[in-house]
C-alpha cells in the first residue's frame, strides 16, 4: 500500500503490529508540532510552526499518542522504548511533494549548454531535456529503474524526507508509463518512506509524435483513451499530472486529459506557468486541482484565482535556481492574497538535480522572502495538503502519523541557516526507523 488514509483501521491494525512497545522521544530543545487545522493553511495561518520547548512525544501504534511532559509521559508508558534527543530539534518528517525520482542518467552535460546560453525549451527542442531521459528510460530495465531509484530515495530521507511524491513522464508510452509506476509501487514496498504515485503521462509531447497537428492530437487521445484506463483500472497512481506550458501541452490539452483523470478516479496536479505565463493557476483551480505547481510565472489574476480556490501553490525555488533564472514565484503575493503554499524539490535530472529538502528551506527564506515558520509549514501540512494527506502526516500531534526528523541543530531557525548541510540524523515513518545516523536509543 503506498498511500495511507487517515485513521483507517486496517493501518491500525498493521501499525499496532509493527509497534509493540510505546516510544517516547525525549531531550530535545524544540519541538516543531505545526499543530493546528489539518487543513492546508493559507495566508497569515502560516505564521506559526506551533514550535515547543521543553516538552517530550510519545508514538504509539505508528502514531502520535500525546506531546507533554517527559515524566507524566513516563508514567502513562512504562516500559516505553526511549529515544534522547540530546538537544537537539524534533520536527514531522519533510513532505516533498513534487519530483520527478524515476529517471536513468543525470543530465550534467545541459547544465554547460545553458551556461553557454542555450535555454531549458531550446534543449528540448533540439531533442535534448526531457526527451534525452524519455530514450534513456525506454532502454532500462525495471530492475535497474527499481535500483537507480532506490539510492537517490535514500539520499532524500537522509535529509529528513519521510513522505515523497513521484512522478512517471520519462516513459510517454503506455507500457514505459505503467513500468514506471510498477517500479514505484515496489519502491514503496521496499523502503520505509511513503510514497504517493502521480501519472505524468503528458510531461512531454514524445518526438515521435511531434510531425504533425494529428500526430500530436492521436497522442493526447492515447493517454486519455488507452493510458489513462489502465493507470485507474491498476490502482496505480492517485493523481494525474500535465506540464502545462506554452511549447509543451496547451490550456485545451491539458483540460481534455485531466478533466477525463478527474472521471477516473484520480486526483490533480498540474506543472503551471512554469516559465511563462499561460492561463495554468486559473485552470488549476477552476478544475479544483489539488495542487498548481511552479509558479515561476504567474500572473496577478492567476494568484486571485488560487487564494479564492482550494488549490495549494507548490513552489520550487531550486528549479528556479538551478536553471540559472534570475526570477522566483512570487510567494509574497500569493501568502498576501491569502493562499496556501508548499515548498519541495522538484527533484529530477533536468532542472533540480537536488535531494536536499532543507536547501529547498534556504531558497524559501532567501529567495522567495518567506519567515523560517512559512518555510516549514509549506514543507510539512501544506506538502502534506498538496497530496491530499493533511489529516495524516505533517504534524506532531495526536492521532498523526509518526512521521518525525531529528536534527542536529539547538533551533528550527538553524535549519535553513547552514545551507547546503546535511543536519538530519534521524527519520522515522509510522514510528519505524527510517534513516538513521548516529542516534543514542537507550
Ligand atoms: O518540473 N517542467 C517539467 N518537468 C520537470 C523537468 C523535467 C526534466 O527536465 O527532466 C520540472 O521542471
Ligand atoms: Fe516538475
Given at each position: 500500500?503506498?498511500?495511507?488514509e487517515?485513521?483507517?483501521a486496517a493501518?491500525?491494525e498493521?501499525?499496532?503490529?509493527?509497534t509493540?512497545?510505546?516510544?517516547?522521544?525525549?531531550g530535545?530543545?524544540q519541538?516543531?508540532?505545526?499543530?493546528?487545522?489539518?487543513?492546508?493553511?493559507?495566508?497569515?495561518?502560516?505564521?506559526?510552526?506551533?514550535?515547543?520547548?521543553?516538552?517530550s512525544?510519545?508514538?504509539?501504534?505508528?502514531r502520535?499518542?500525546?506531546?507533554?511532559?517527559?515524566?507524566?509521559?513516563?508514567?502513562?508508558?512504562p516500559?516505553?522504548?526511549?529515544?534522547?534527543?540530546?538537544?537537539?530539534?524534533?520536527?514531522?518528517?519533510?513532505?516533498?511533494?513534487?519530483?520527478?525520482?524515476i529517471?536513468?542518467?543525470?543530465?550534467?552535460?545541459?547544465?554547460?549548454?545553458?551556461?553557454?546560453?542555450?535555454?531549458?525549451?531550446?534543449?528540448?527542442?533540439?531533442?535534448?531535456?526531457?526527451?534525452?531521459?524519455v530514450?534513456?528510460?525506454?532502454?532500462?530495465s525495471?530492475?535497474?529503474?527499481?535500483?537507480?531509484?532506490?539510492?537517490?530515495?535514500?539520499?532524500?530521507?537522509a535529509?529528513?524526507?519521510?513522505?515523497?511524491?513521484?512522478?512517471?513522464?520519462?516513459?510517454?508510452?503506455?507500457?514505459?508509463?505503467?513500468?514506471?509506476?510498477?517500479v514505484?509501487?515496489?519502491?514503496a514496498?521496499?523502503l520505509?518512506?511513503r510514497?504517493?504515485?502521480?501519472?505524468?503521462?503528458?510531461?512531454?509531447i514524445?518526438?515521435e509524435?511531434?510531425?504533425?497537428?494529428?500526430?500530436?492530437?492521436?497522442?493526447?487521445?492515447?493517454?486519455?483513451?488507452?493510458?489513462?484506463?489502465?493507470?485507474?483500472?491498476g490502482?496505480?497512481?492517485?493523481?494525474?499530472?500535465?506540464?502545462?506550458?506554452?511549447?509543451?501541452?496547451?490550456?485545451?490539452e491539458?483540460?481534455?486529459i485531466?478533466t477525463?483523470?478527474?472521471?477516473?478516479?484520480?486526483?490533480?496536479?498540474?506543472?503551471?506557468?512554469?516559465?511563462?505565463?499561460?492561463?495554468?493557476?486559473e485552470?488549476?483551480?477552476?478544475?479544483?486541482?489539488?495542487?498548481?505547481?511552479?509558479l515561476g510565472?504567474?500572473?496577478?489574476?492567476g494568484i486571485a484565482?488560487?487564494?479564492?480556490?482550494?488549490?495549494?501553490?507548490?513552489?520550487?525555488?531550486?528549479?528556479?535556481?538551478?536553471?540559472?533564472?534570475?526570477?522566483?514565484?512570487?510567494?509574497?503575493e500569493?501568502?498576501?492574497?491569502?493562499?496556501?503554499?508548499?515548498?519541495?524539490?522538484?527533484?529530477?535530472?533536468?532542472?533540480?538535480?537536488?535531494?536536499?529538502?532543507?536547501?529547498?528551506?534556504?531558497?524559501?527564506?532567501?529567495?522567495?522572502?518567506?519567515?523560517?515558520?512559512?518555510?516549514?509549514?509549506?514543507?510539512?501540512?501544506?506538502?502534506?495538503?498538496?497530496?491530499?494527506?493533511?489529516?495524516?502526516?505533517?504534524q506532531?500531534?495526536?492521532?498523526?502519523?509518526?512521521?518525525?526528523?531529528l536534527?542536529?541543530?539547538?533551533?528550527v531557525?538553524?535549519?535553513?541557516?547552514?545551507?547546503?548541510?546535511r543536519?538530519?540524523?534521524?527519520?522515522w515513518?509510522?514510528?519505524?526507523?527510517?534513516?538513521q545516523?548516529?542516534?543514542?536509543?537507550?
Amino acid at each position: 500500500m503506498t498511500i495511507e488514509e487517515p485513521r483507517d483501521a486496517a493501518t491500525d491494525e498493521r501499525d499496532d503490529a509493527i509497534t509493540a512497545r510505546a516510544t517516547l522521544f525525549v531531550g530535545a530543545t524544540q519541538v516543531v508540532t505545526c499543530e493546528g487545522p489539518a487543513r492546508a493553511r493559507r495566508g497569515g495561518e502560516m505564521a506559526d510552526a506551533g514550535i515547543r520547548r521543553g516538552v517530550s512525544v510519545a508514538v504509539a501504534g505508528g502514531r502520535i499518542a500525546a506531546v507533554g511532559d517527559q515524566s507524566v509521559l513516563e508514567r502513562t508508558y512504562p516500559g516505553a522504548e526511549v529515544v534522547e534527543c540530546g538537544g537537539r530539534v524534533l520536527a514531522p518528517g519533510w513532505v516533498d511533494s513534487h519530483t520527478h525520482a524515476i529517471f536513468g542518467r543525470p543530465r550534467a552535460d545541459e547544465q554547460e549548454l545553458r551556461a553557454a546560453g542555450v535555454d531549458y525549451l531550446e534543449i528540448a527542442r533540439r531533442g535534448g531535456g526531457i526527451h534525452a531521459s524519455v530514450r534513456d528510460l525506454r532502454e532500462r530495465s525495471d530492475d535497474a529503474l527499481h535500483a537507480l531509484a532506490l539510492g537517490r530515495l535514500r539520499r532524500l530521507a537522509a535529509y529528513g524526507t519521510t513522505t515523497v511524491e513521484i512522478k512517471s513522464g520519462y516513459g510517454l508510452t503506455v507500457e514505459d508509463e505503467l513500468r514506471t509506476l510498477a517500479v514505484i509501487r515496489r519502491l514503496a514496498a521496499t523502503l520505509p518512506m511513503r510514497l504517493v504515485p502521480t501519472w505524468l503521462g503528458a510531461h512531454e509531447i514524445p518526438l515521435e509524435a511531434r510531425a504533425t497537428p494529428a500526430a500530436r492530437n492521436r497522442y493526447v487521445q492515447m493517454l486519455v483513451h488507452e493510458m489513462l484506463p489502465r493507470v485507474a483500472a491498476g490502482g496505480l497512481a492517485r493523481f494525474a499530472d500535465v506540464f502545462c506550458e506554452p511549447g509543451v501541452f496547451t490550456l485545451d490539452e491539458t483540460r481534455t486529459i485531466l478533466t477525463a483523470a478527474r472521471a477516473a478516479g484520480l486526483l490533480l496536479k498540474l506543472h503551471a506557468d512554469e516559465l511563462a505565463p499561460g492561463g495554468g493557476a486559473e485552470l488549476a483551480a477552476s478544475l479544483g486541482a489539488t495542487s498548481a505547481d511552479h509558479l515561476g510565472a504567474v500572473t496577478a489574476a492567476g494568484i486571485a484565482a488560487l487564494a479564492g480556490s482550494g488549490t495549494v501553490a507548490t513552489l520550487l525555488p531550486g528549479t528556479m535556481l538551478f536553471l540559472g533564472r534570475r526570477t522566483q514565484a512570487p510567494a509574497r503575493e500569493l501568502i498576501e492574497a491569502g493562499a496556501a503554499i508548499a515548498l519541495a524539490t522538484d527533484f529530477n535530472p533536468g532542472t533540480s538535480p537536488t535531494p536536499n529538502l532543507p536547501l529547498v528551506l534556504t531558497l524559501g527564506v532567501s529567495q522567495l522572502r518567506l519567515s523560517v515558520a512559512e518555510a516549514v509549514i509549506a514543507a510539512t501540512v501544506n506538502g502534506a495538503a498538496a497530496l491530499g494527506l493533511a489529516e495524516a502526516i505533517g504534524q506532531i500531534a495526536p492521532g498523526f502519523s509518526a512521521d518525525l526528523a531529528l536534527y542536529d541543530v539547538e533551533d528550527v531557525r538553524e535549519l535553513p541557516y547552514w545551507y547546503g548541510d546535511r543536519r538530519c540524523v534521524g527519520s522515522w515513518v509510522r514510528g519505524k526507523p527510517c534513516s538513521q545516523f548516529d542516534l543514542a536509543i537507550t
